[in-house]
């Protein structure tokens, strides 16, 4: 396995080093990407109090006095820079899920995972981003238009060797379901809602020593039999009712619930 | 005497470290690996993570999340040690060490991880 960065640019990296240089490795990039995040916020308010300031001069131009017309422009051309540096601002945007769920995973299985290398690919790309655009389906038509899009993100996966000897295989897969559709407010005004809905898909495969586990009390996932180790898949299935990061806690549940079923191996 | 922290979050382990110091606040022998740098190596990284406001890239945030993860999860780990049962938690511990062939630090072998084909 290779150590290699995939590519920084496209915000996808496949990692093979131990747990504690690859968190090294990633944390900077999470607290670029949450300063990002508050500039980003700060560059749209502004953008927007220039354009609502440019109105009321407009206004204030044609009432009151001519003069405010060269504000009400210089407001625009603020609002425009504002605007723009918060599009620039957007293109470096990566995914929450590296700052919420992948740095606090990966730091809470630090010490399972210890100095061995681990193999780790991260799609950093925001999970709505064009290229994890998979489907569009548009119904209806007039202000009835509904618009469906489907995103899958496989954000996530990862394969190590945990300091019980067992092989840890992990991934996360993400499928956002966003619904556009035209409603009519009560003030009568024509306004786009958008829905969305995420569904997680983590699997879960644990390669286990038998002369350290006991695998015979596994009753809610698939287990092969070996001479010397048995591994345990497991999928499950997560819904969650918007597109907010799944906690860490979601995936670890998956992985300890392998774990609670296991049963110390009696020795031979 | 050996650190007495137990390592791991999916299964618990001895570190079994030559002691430096043991901790102000539990009195449990720790190693330097085991003591937090944040209270100026008097605290053991379990007592100086129930300080709030700790960030996963702090070493010491996984050993406050891990806590919180047994309590509201309920997981109890399996722990691979020589000691009694872990002060915090309820774990599901070996019958004797001596079944399992011994501390978990002999699990790196050869053919570790790999799976049948």
């Known amino acids: 396995m290779p150590d290699s960065v995939l590519a920084d640019q496209q915000k996808q990296f496949s990692l093979n080093r131990p747990i504690g240089e690859v968190i090294a490795q990633l944390v900077p990039l999470a607290r670029a990407d949450e300063a990002g995040d508050k500039v980003r916020s700060k560059l749209g308010c502004w953008a927007a109090a220039c ?8 206004i204030l131009s044609a009432a009151v006095s001519p003069y405010f017309l060269a504000l009400a422009v210089a407001m625009i051309v603020l609002g425009i820079v504002n605007l723009t540096k918060y599009n620039r601002k957007k293109k470096e945007d990566l995914s929450d899920n590296l700052r919420l769920c992948a740095i606090p995973l990966l730091a809470a299985l630090r010490d399972d ?15 709505l981003s064009n290229e994890k655009k998979t489907n569009e389906v548009k119904n209806g038509s007039g202000m009835r238009k509904e618009t469906v899009t489907t995103y899958v993100d496989p954000w996530l996966s990862l394969d190590g060797i945990l ?32 829905k969305r809905k995420k569904k997680v898909d983590v699997e879960v495969s644990l390669t286990l020593k038998a002369k350290r586990f006991d695998v015979g009390g596994i009753t809610n996932a698939e287990v092969k039999h070996g001479e010397n180790k048995s591994t345990v898949s497991v999928s499950q299935k997560i819904a969650r009712a918007d597109d907010t990061p799944i906690p860490p806690a979601e995936v670890l549940n998956v992985i300890a619930g392998v774990y609670r079923q296991l049963r110390p191996a009696r020795s031979s | ?16 470290n030559p002691e430096a110091q043991a901790c102000a606040k539990c009195g449990r022998p720790m190693c330097t690996a085991h003591l937090s740098a944040r209270s100026g190596f008097t605290e053991c990284l379990d007592c100086a993570s129930r300080a709030e406001n700790l960030s996963p890239e702090d070493p010491e945030w996984a050993y406050g ?28 511990s070996f019958d004797s060490a001596a079944n399992v062939g011994g501390p978990v630090d002999d699990a790196h072998e050869g053919d570790a991880g790999f799976g049948d084909s």
């Open chain 2, 65 to 92: 999340y891990r806590r919180q993860y047994y309590g509201t999860s309920g997981y109890a780990p399996l722990y691979f040690g020589h000691g009694a049962a872990y002060d915090d938690y309820d774990v599901r």
């Open chain 1, 163 to 194: 300091a019980d000897g067992s092989r840890l295989q992990c991934s996360v897969v993400e499928t956002i379901t966003q619904r556009a559709r035209w409603k009519r407010s009560a003030s009568g005004k024509y306004k786009q809602k958008t």
């Open chain 1, 113 to 127: 995972f210890g100095s061995e290398p681990v193999e780790i690919t991260l799609d950093l790309r925001p999970p």
């Open chain 2, 1 to 16: 005497m050996p650190c007495m922290a137990r390592s791991g979050f999916l299964t618990l382990r001895d570190c079994g």
């Open chain 1, 51 to 58: 354009f609502f300031f440019a109105v009321v001069s407009f």
